[in-house]
């Protein structure tokens, strides 16, 4: 269940350098079966889960952390991430449902690098469901359709610095991105950053939905029918500007599909989401988010020129990736080269020239050149760089 009660305060303490935030959370688990250790354990890992989504802070796995809270009676543990210490405020079981109430210290997230502090928007796309017989078991033939939403809106909700694009209501064939003969349609990238004016493009593909074994007996009538169902899916990252694939993972889950055989079920619904095979899609999900934002915190943040007119351009880095009037950025050529098999690598050739940004807007900026060189050689498309350190060690 997705309820939440969360405060968060403000506290310092003098004796450390930083202001800690601390989050009173609940998170709640169905308490309908026997096992109510398993139930407990759920209820706490969601809600250290709502926890750093609202603070923005990871850890190596929320699973461990749960475990750890509750190998203790008193739940009060402290951990070796951004999470200092977790207490027990309360717990209880209503209606089937239990409610786990944490208090957590949370620091603030520490900056790795400079690049961390400027946003990189990446285009996330309709998955690909690479075996649709598989989805025959409760009719779940929109799963790729529905898991790509759940996985924009979890991206959404997180404080990172990877900012997703939604295109997830068209159909791509993905499968040559996965191969490794570097034969995928390269414009594809350019058209899909074309129209969301993001650097990186995240592919998908869902590989296995096959149930693997029914926990019940066809002899028991009396008991709803319970199969174990796999969900494997793979991503893809590129760089619109390069083309290049700039990260690649596999994910892989099991969980207990509780639906009769027949049943026909909507994958967008919260009785989905809900059950144990939902949740683990979501934790791969969650996996994602963090896996995503640790790979792209530190790449450099690139645009293009979009229009120049003689000592000013047009580039399409904006607001919402951080820039600010006054930056300064780099600028490099853009060229392909061609190889065998028509095809076309790119290449950027680095220059002298700087310009600074004068006007910054949403998902553009204007930047001035502020060298004597006059910039006749720069063209639209080549590539800008911003360039982390103070403008005047650049000024001539």
């Given at each position: 269940?997705?309820?939440?009660?969360?405060?968060?305060?403000?506290?310092?303490?003098?004796?450390?350098?930083?202001?800690?935030?601390?989050?009173?959370?609940?998170?709640?688990?169905?308490?309908?079966?026997?096992?109510?250790?398993?139930?407990?354990?759920?209820?706490?890992?969601?809600?250290?889960?709502?926890?750093?989504?609202?603070?923005?802070?990871?850890?190596?796995?929320?699973?461990?952390?749960?475990?750890?809270?509750?190998?203790?009676?008193?739940?009060?543990?402290?951990?070796?991430?951004?999470?200092?210490?977790?207490?027990?405020?309360?717990?209880?079981?209503?209606?089937?449902?239990?409610?786990?109430?944490?208090?957590?210290?949370?620091?603030?997230?520490?900056?790795?690098?400079?690049?961390?502090?400027?946003?990189?928007?990446?285009?996330?796309?309709?998955?690909?469901?690479?075996?649709?017989?598989?989805?025959?078991?409760?009719?779940?033939?929109?799963?790729?359709?529905?898991?790509?939403?759940?996985?924009?809106?979890?991206?959404?909700?997180?404080?990172?610095?990877?900012?997703?694009?939604?295109?997830?209501?068209?159909?791509?064939?993905?499968?040559?991105?996965?191969?490794?003969?570097?034969?995928?349609?390269?414009?594809?990238?350019?058209?899909?950053?074309?129209?969301?004016?993001?650097?990186?493009?995240?592919?998908?593909?869902?590989?296995?939905?096959?149930?693997?074994?029914?926990?019940?007996?066809?002899?028991?009538?009396?008991?709803?029918?319970?199969?174990?169902?796999?969900?494997?899916?793979?991503?893809?990252?590129?760089?619109?500007?390069?083309?290049?694939?700039?990260?690649?993972?596999?994910?892989?889950?099991?969980?207990?599909?509780?639906?009769?055989?027949?049943?026909?079920?909507?994958?967008?619904?919260?009785?989905?989401?809900?059950?144990?095979?939902?949740?683990?899609?979501?934790?791969?999900?969650?996996?994602?988010?963090?896996?995503?934002?640790?790979?792209?915190?530190?790449?450099?943040?690139?645009?293009?020129?979009?229009?120049?007119?003689?000592?000013?351009?047009?580039?399409?880095?904006?607001?919402?990736?951080?820039?600010?009037?006054?930056?300064?950025?780099?600028?490099?050529?853009?060229?392909?080269?061609?190889?065998?098999?028509?095809?076309?690598?790119?290449?950027?050739?680095?220059?002298?020239?700087?310009?600074?940004?004068?006007?910054?807007?949403?998902?553009n900026a204007i930047a001035q050149n502020i060298q004597n060189r006059p910039m006749n050689n720069i063209q639209v498309n080549d590539i800008v760089e911003l360039i982390i350190t103070p403008p005047e060690d650049f000024a001539l």
């Amino acid at each position: 269940m997705n309820k939440l009660s969360c405060i968060a305060l403000v506290t310092s303490a003098l004796s450390l350098p930083c202001k800690a935030e601390w989050f009173e959370v609940t998170g709640y688990a169905n308490a309908y079966t026997s096992d109510r250790a398993a139930a407990r354990q759920e209820a706490v890992q969601d809600a250290i889960t709502q926890a750093l989504i609202f603070s923005g802070a990871t850890v190596s796995s929320v699973q461990t952390l749960a475990d750890g809270v509750l190998a203790q009676d008193h739940i009060k543990i402290k951990s070796h991430g951004e999470i200092q210490e977790i207490n027990l405020v309360s717990e209880n079981t209503k209606d089937g449902v239990m409610s786990v109430t944490l208090h957590l210290d949370i620091f603030p997230k520490q900056q790795k690098c400079p690049e961390e502090s400027f946003s990189k928007q990446i285009t996330v796309t309709q998955s690909q469901l690479i075996q649709p017989h598989q989805a025959r078991l409760g009719q779940i033939f929109d799963i790729h359709k529905s898991s790509s939403e759940r996985l924009y809106q979890t991206l959404m909700q997180r404080n990172m610095t990877v900012k997703p694009i939604p295109f997830i209501d068209k159909s791509l064939n993905v499968r040559a991105f996965f191969s490794q003969n570097f034969d995928y349609d390269k414009q594809l990238i350019e058209s899909l950053t074309a129209t969301s004016n993001s650097q990186y493009v995240l592919l998908s593909q869902i590989t296995d939905l096959a149930s693997t074994q029914q926990l019940n007996s066809d002899y028991a009538f009396w008991q709803d029918d319970e199969y174990v169902r796999s969900f494997k899916i793979d991503f893809v990252a590129f760089d619109a500007l390069t083309k290049d694939k700039v990260w690649q993972q596999h994910y892989s889950v099991t969980g207990i599909w509780p639906f009769e055989k027949t049943k026909i079920i909507d994958v967008y619904s919260d009785t989905f989401w809900h059950t144990d095979y939902g949740k683990r899609i979501q934790s791969v999900f969650n996996s994602l988010a963090q896996d995503l934002d640790q790979a792209f915190a530190c790449m450099p943040t690139k645009g293009k020129i979009l229009h120049k007119d003689q000592d000013q351009l047009v580039i399409n880095l904006g607001r919402a990736h951080g820039i600010k009037e006054g930056q300064v950025l780099s600028v490099a050529h853009r060229s392909d080269v061609a190889g065998e098999r028509n095809q076309f690598f790119s290449r950027s050739i680095q220059t002298i020239n700087r310009v600074k940004v004068t006007q910054v807007n949403a998902q553009n900026a204007i930047a001035q050149n502020i060298q004597n060189r006059p910039m006749n050689n720069i063209q639209v498309n080549d590539i800008v760089e911003l360039i982390i350190t103070p403008p005047e060690d650049f000024a001539l």
